[in-house]
């Protein structure tokens, strides 16, 4: 069982590059959402997704984007990388509303670099 | 607006010896409480979760947690900790009902020694 599939796990950009993350995940989760990971910041939600076609932004939302347009996928995109961009970006998934939401599953991580 | 406080970055404990991580919590409405763990890169998973009911929760690992409404508080124990127990964990909330967001703390790492 795969659970939540998260490529690549490193990345090296430079200012001004663009990319996507991708995260994938195989239990049939309504919910999926974002998270970058700074030191002495804790974990910051980026992005989230409450099914597909629908998003909504979280804490830090700015010079990422995202779409949901199936169940298993929710990529996100740097549109223009900046160096206050490098972080460890996490995908999580949960089965959904109510005593499920806080439940989440976690792929292991991608590393960003941005030079 | 919901927001959580971990009050220690760091812990350094013997093995075998108790340890307690605290972690304070504000929401405005009901909360849901969770403890994930995070070992040396990986992803996060969880140790145990607060929906309601007994105050006293039971995870994985040994680890216990104790919800405490009056002081908005939800620390977590063991009693004899492991080498293997050295990790990063967090505590999390997310308002019940709907689709909730859910706020993490900054982490606290816990360094057994052996």
């Known amino acids: 069982n795969a659970g939540v599939t998260q490529t690549p796990k490193f990345q090296v950009l430079k200012t001004g590059q663009s990319m996507t993350l991708q995260c994938a995940q195989d239990m049939n989760h309504e919910y999926m959402s974002w998270y970058r990971q700074d030191p002495g910041m804790g974990l910051r939600l980026i992005h989230y997704s409450v099914g597909a076609g629908i998003t909504d932004q979280g804490e830090v939302p700015n010079g990422y984007n995202v779409s949901r347009s199936t169940t298993e996928d929710f990529p996100l995109r740097l549109l223009s990388a900046a160096p206050s961009q490098t972080s460890v970006y996490f995908c999580?998934?949960?089965?959904?509303?109510?005593?499920?939401?806080?439940?989440?599953?976690f792929g292991e991580g991608s590393r960003l670099t941005v030079l | 607006a919901q927001s959580v406080t971990q009050l220690d970055s760091q812990v350094p404990v013997f093995e075998e010896a108790p340890v307690e991580l605290r972690c304070n919590y504000s929401s405005s409405v009901s909360v849901y409480l969770f403890w994930y763990v995070q070992y040396p890169n990986q992803g996060l998973q969880l140790l145990l979760k607060?929906?309601?009911?007994?105050?006293l929760v039971k995870g994985i690992n040994g680890f216990e947690a104790e919800f405490n409404k009056s002081q908005t508080s939800f620390h977590l124990r063991k009693p004899s900790v492991h080498i293997s127990d050295t990790a990063e964990y967090f505590c999390?909330?997310?308002?019940?009902?709907?689709?909730?967001?859910?706020?993490f703390g900054i982490g606290t790492k816990l360094q057994v020694i052996p």
């Open positions: 999390a909330v997310s308002s019940t009902g709907g689709y909730q967001k859910v706020t």
């Open positions: 999580a998934s949960s089965k959904g509303q109510g005593v499920n939401t806080g439940e989440l599953f």
């Open positions: 607060y929906l309601s009911g007994s105050t």
